[in-house]
């Protein structure tokens, strides 16, 4: 009987805690929707924001697109344009060896040959520089040359001496492989 | 599993006391017992890891979640096409400084080629006061130094004729 007792004593405690429960649950019914509402309105904002700023990242990332390959065409073009303006400056520097021997008749080939070299060495190191100031030294150099060359050049048709070689101009090219040295 | 074990003692304590029939219904009420707990067991796990499983795959899935990945995926394409970018530049350059390399090739060899041309003509005015040996090392030299494009050499080889001469 005692055991009887105890479990009916146990299924009243069930009884109670459920009613309890019951109970509990009917009195925050309201506030208990209320924050699952509130709960699903926060997350749909979230994702709300989530998807507007996901939208401003795709729309960035196409005009970066757009921006690199713009960036790349003008990048190619330049450098067609660079090597278009290397072909020109050995043909200009072909030009002025052609001018140099037409200009000294006896002027033995390995000399033409010697001044075009310098030339177009200092032409490559002037187009390889990097940096913008050596450039522009390099450049100075070349142009500081060329005048020197075609200064010497006409002066030697004009007063049609004897001189067999632009000798200023091999002057340059000797002080300038001393000064490397 | 406590009732299995207390169900144990208890057949252990009839057995020492030397009851009948008892202990061994008790054994197989025991035996019993634990197949079922053990069934449970297996069956609770089970239900654990799928609801582990539904919950996580539930979260996964959703639409935050995946609006996550989504801008992860966008970052991570931003630092690709950064990368390519860089990579399509340095190509560019590559193919660019190698272009102008070919350029000033050509035009070495057409230069070196017509030096090369005049010391031939240079050696042939010289044949005569030249030994046969010496005219065709020259010529030799000439030739070797001409298609290694070596210029300097070239004009040491022509200094020399020229010292000759």
């Known amino acids: 009987m005692s055991i009887k007792k105890w479990i009916l004593h146990l299924v009243g405690i069930v009884h109670s805690v459920k009613d309890e429960n019951l109970h509990w649950q009917a009195t925050n019914h309201e506030l208990n929707n209320k924050l699952k509402h509130q709960q699903a309105l926060h997350e749909q904002s979230l994702v709300a924001e989530l998807q507007k700023r996901n939208a401003q990242l795709a729309h960035d990332l196409e005009l970066l697109k757009t921006q690199h390959e713009t960036e790349l065409v003008i990048f190619k073009t330049r450098c067609e344009q660079d090597i278009k303006d290397y072909k020109h400056y050995l043909k200009a520097l072909d030009q002025l060896k052609l001018s140099i021997q037409n200009s000294y008749a006896h002027l033995p080939e390995a000399v033409a040959f010697t001044i075009h070299h310098h030339a177009k060495q200092l032409l490559n190191k002037m187009w390889e520089a990097n940096d913008f100031e050596k450039k522009m030294q390099l450049e100075m150099k070349l142009i500081q040359f060329m005048t020197v060359l075609h200064e010497e050049t006409s002066h030697y048709l004009e007063q049609d001496n004897d001189k067999k070689l632009p000798e200023k101009t091999l002057n340059l090219i000797q002080q300038r492989e001393n000064s490397r040295k | 599993m406590l009732c299995v074990l207390i169900l144990f003692i208890a057949v252990k304590i009839l057995v020492a006391l030397s009851i009948p029939y008892i202990p061994e219904v008790m054994t197989q009420m025991g035996l019993l017992l634990m197949l079922i707990a053990s069934i449970l067991l297996v069956l609770q796990a089970i239900l654990a890891i799928s609801l582990h499983l ?3 795959s539930l979260a996964f899935f959703s639409a ?74 020259l010529k030799q030299q000439n030739k070797t130094y001409r298609d290694s494009l070596n210029s300097e050499a070239l004009l040491e080889l022509q200094q020399t004729i020229a010292k000759l001469d």
């Open chain 2, 54 to 56: 539904i919950r996580h």
């Open chain 2, 64 to 137: 935050q979640q995946r609006q996550n990945r989504r801008t992860l995926f966008i970052q991570s394409r931003q630092q690709q096409i950064q990368q390519l970018l860089a990579f399509k530049t340095m190509q560019i350059r590559y193919f660019h400084d190698l272009n102008r390399k070919k350029i000033l090739e050509k035009n070495n060899r057409e230069h070196i080629r017509s030096l090369s041309k005049n010391i031939d003509q240079q050696l042939l005015s010289m044949k005569k006061q030249l030994s046969k040996s010496t005219f065709k090392a």
